[in-house]
């Protein structure tokens, strides 16, 4: 684990109780990142950071919470992730409307970075698994929300859109990363999503990228900013 970061600006992080949300937290505590949460359970936030972290209560429906969240952060990431085909974990309440809600207020506090977690197959509309609650649109139409509106300003994103996720440890992987949404299916870890998503804040490479993520084959590695330099547009 060889990466330094000396980045040491507030993070936000959206999701953070989530199985990636999770390992996002753990990483950027690994750097010594000052790291925020937005959660809806500080039971469960504190269950898993102690006291490690700031805890921001509220959902992802609510702009004054997202507000309060966001203020004084020089960058956000956002690992949401719905879990039912209606209500307030339902694709478009929180992987369309409320990604959107937290990007439009991330850029109203002034925040530099915003980088969220996609998937595979999310530019295609007739794939299968948008009969979940046309998930993948709802994730489509958030990140086309985002490059709009962290592209300019000074302001900057990265989109990672991993396979089937897995819960190893990190940097135990080489990895594949492709863009133009080819991939049809591979499975990538949370925690090496996690990483990238971290390394982001400081790889100048990982500005206003979009790609895809899988598992290549098992070989231990030093750090994945390399990854970053095989990416174009
Ligand atoms: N599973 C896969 O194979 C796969 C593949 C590709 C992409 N993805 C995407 O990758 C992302 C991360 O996946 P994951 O499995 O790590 O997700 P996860 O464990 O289900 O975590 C989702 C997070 O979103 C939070 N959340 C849901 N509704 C919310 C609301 N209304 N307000 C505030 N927070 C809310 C959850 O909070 P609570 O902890 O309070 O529930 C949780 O922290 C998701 O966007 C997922 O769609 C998944």
Redesign the pocket.
Known sequence: MAEQSGYAKQVLVA???????SWVVRRLLHYGVPVRVF???EE?ARSLFGDAVEVVLG???DADAISRAVSGCDAVIS?????AVSG??SPH???RD?AIRLMDEAAKAGVRHFAM?S?IGVTKWYHPLNLFAGVLNMKFAAEEHLRQQFSTEGRSYTIIR????KDEEPLQYRLRVEQGDHLWNGWTN?SDVAELLVLSLWVEKAANKTFEVINDAPEPQQSLAGYYDKLSS
């Open positions: 999701g953070a109780t989530g199985k990636t949300g959660v809806r359970s469960k959902k992802i429906q690992a949401l992730g719905s879990s307030e974990a309440e929180v992987d409320g977690v998937s991993p396979g089937g996720l949370r």
